[in-house]
């Protein structure tokens, strides 16, 4: 990080892409790219660690709050009585445990922010 980048619009572009690149979304060559701009900008560097701290702490703060136990029951319950009336074997099954641990997720999250 010895040099500045002084090119607004190449900056303005890869601040669009932080996000996804922090969350490993982008292409390998546009995650490239993005990885090789940080090495030379400072200023779009600084961006990235702070949001980098900004999801560590979001990650923390959710992964601390316990979730809603009689709800979680409740939905998961109804998830595996649902699943037990289909007879189309494992793989229905695993299909639908994850979809009741998205289920879970998902009505926790409503709850949490709505």
């Known amino acids: ?14 601040r669009q892409q932080l996000d996804s690149y922090l969350s490993n979304e982008l292409l390998v ?14 200023a779009c ?4 660690e702070s949001r980098m701290r900004v999801r560590d702490v979001l990650q923390r703060a ?7 136990g009689i709800h979680a029951c409740k939905y ?6 649902f699943s037990a009336s ?3 074997g494992v ?12 289920a879970v997720v998902l009505f926790w999250y409503s709850q949490r922010n709505g």
């Not at 060559?29 to 400072?42: D, F, G, I, K, N």
């Open 29 to 42: 060559e546009t995650a490239s790219e993005v990885a090789r701009h940080l090495e030379s900008c400072e």
């Open 1 to 14: 990080m010895n040099t500045l980048s002084f090119d607004s619009k190449r900056c303005g572009r890869i």
């Open 76 to 81: 998961l319950r109804t998830l595996r009585d």
């Open 91 to 102: 793989a229905v099954k695993r299909w639908s445990l994850g979809l009741a641990a998205a």
């Open 45 to 48: 560097s600084r961006d990235f």
């Open 62 to 68: 959710v992964a601390n709050r316990p979730m809603p």
């Open 86 to 88: 289909f007879s189309l």
